[in-house]
């Protein structure tokens, strides 16, 4: 690999280490009509910390604009339990669900149909990659850099092996819409800057079995190649599972992390986990994007395209991890009285 190309994927992970900027997604709109109204706000699983916040985030937003009966939905993750929320929701005759941290609206068809035939608009929180083409299934939908984050990743990755070509592992949840394109976006990074020299393998564990089979998947999977030299993970969730692999292992890898949840970048500060990047959103900033979103179909106003409607990702590394920091956790809060000055004719706090 060339001096230039290190120098350009250098500069690249570099500005995306930096504090991201709000930016208004659209027009403002009056919320007035909202009070009264209610939400049922379900994650993926409640056991993904960062998604769970979120989900959480939202009622809490909801109330605050006179939605004072929303409420969460607390769940393993799955379909069965998706069901029984999106059943909840229909049958105690909610307005509006949100659905946090990519609940596949495919797995819920004929609930999402139930829902339409109720009139309860749906909003799918942080649901596929922004380049993804929107479901028709739902309302409206968020989206994340997903594919982004792998990317940057993998330039991360061979910045640390200096340009030399590695061997990487990916590790899918792949019951979640955006996993499959986020492998294909480390294969096709791989295959850009080092062609056929880089081996980029996977393995499937669902997010329920992280507890019980990822650590001795990752184990096998480097004993098997021990010339891995990049665990990516598409979810930060699965660190706690991951880094005990590589450390008894005794293979010289690090973790290359979708997610930034701020217990896993924390870990980061300590030069004994052997992590590489985690890049993802803030909680609390996708909780005010997907809120509004939300409010915008519940006002009868037309929703932000879903190319244009996510929150921006911030890179953590070792090197910027101290600022993780109380209030905002290095995103700055611009966002909270971006998105408030958009709500028109909220109740006052």
């Not at 109330?63 to 909840?88: E, H, I, R």
């Amino acid at each position: 690999m060339s001096e230039d190309v290190l120098a350009d994927l250098e500069t690249d992970v570099q500005e995306a280490m930096a504090v991201p900027e709000w930016e208004s997604p659209g027009p403002a709109f009056s919320v007035a009509g909202l009070a009264g109204k209610k939400i049922l706000s379900m994650p993926v699983s409640s056991q993904l910390e960062g998604c769970d916040r979120m989900a959480r985030t939202v009622v809490d937003i909801a109330k605050s604009v006179g939605m004072t009966d929303s409420t969460y939905f607390q769940n393993d993750g799955g379909p069965q339990a998706w069901v029984q929320g999106m059943n909840l929701a229909i049958n105690q005759g909610y307005d509006g669900v949100a659905l946090v941290c990519g609940i596949d609206p495919a797995a819920l068809a004929p609930q999402m149909e139930a829902a339409r035939e109720a009139g309860i608009e749906v909003v799918d929180m942080h649901l596929a990659d922004v380049e993804d083409p929107a479901s028709d299934l739902i309302a409206a939908q968020t989206n994340g850099q997903f594919n982004r984050s792998m990317e940057l990743g993998v330039d991360a990755a061979l910045l640390e092996s200096e340009g030399r070509p590695i061997d990487a592992l990916v590790i899918t949840s792949n019951e979640n819409p955006p996993s499959i394109g986020m492998e294909q976006a480390v294969r096709d990074e791989f295959e850009e800057l080092c062609g056929d020299e880089c081996e980029v393998q996977a393995i499937n564990i669902p997010i329920t079995d992280y507890a019980t089979e990822l650590t001795s998947a990752v184990s096998s999977a480097l004993v098997a190649n021990p010339d891995i030299r990049a665990v990516f993970t598409v979810f930060d969730a699965q660190t706690p599972f991951v880094l005990p692999a590589i450390q008894s292992s005794g293979v010289d890898a690090k973790t290359y992390a979708f997610g930034a949840d701020r217990t896993f970048i924390e870990l980061m500060k300590d030069p004994a986990n052997p992590m590489g990047t985690d890049m993802g959103p803030n909680f609390d900033w996708m909780a005010y994007t997907g809120a509004d979103q939300l409010f915008r179909v519940l006002s009868n106003q037309e929703p932000i395209p879903s190319e244009e409607a996510f929150s921006p990702y911030r890179l953590w590394a070792p090197e910027n991890a101290e600022e993780l920091q109380p209030p905002d956790y290095g995103f700055g809060d611009a966002y909270v009285e971006g998105y408030r000055g958009l709500w028109q004719d909220a109740p006052a706090a």
